[in-house]
């Protein structure tokens, strides 16, 4: 069990999150891992957010938001994994949209 309690503007909210780990008496351990976990989730979705603008997506009917939801993670992922422009995501994005050869390296995973 984890409780996290935030103050923000006077007020105080108190969350309780349940965890099933292997961890049985090293609570520094468990802790770090809860907090590396978040991390990396807030990480995501800020690039998300930033260098895509996910959360400026309007599309709402039938499944249409379930599969725009992966195109932007899976641009996140192509984009972090080159590794030969050493800029953002936002700026690598912006390079494949005005130079095609960087594009196709990109989508295909060229070096």
């Known amino acids: 069990m984890v409780q996290s309690i935030r103050k923000l503007d006077g007020k105080t909210t108190v969350e309780t999150r349940y965890f099933i ?5 090293n609570a520094e351990k468990f802790a770090n891992s809860v907090r ?14 930033v260098a895509l ?4 997506c309007r599309i709402s009917r039938d499944n249409a938001p379930q ?5 932007p993670q899976i ?4 984009l972090t994994k080159e590794k030969r422009v050493k800029r ?5 994005q912006f390079f494949a949209a005005m130079d095609n050869n960087y594009l196709t390296r990109i989508t295909l995973a060229k070096k």
């Not at 603008?53 to 400026?56: F, H, L």
């Not at 599969?67 to 195109?71: D, K």
């Open 21 to 25: 780990s292997i961890f049985e008496e």
């Open 75 to 78: 641009a996140v992922n192509l």
């Open 67 to 71: 599969t725009f939801a992966v195109l």
């Open 88 to 92: 953002g995501i936002k700026n690598k």
């Open 36 to 49: 590396n976990h978040w991390g990396i989730e807030y990480f995501l979705h800020w690039v998300l957010d």
């Open 53 to 56: 603008k996910e959360d400026d």
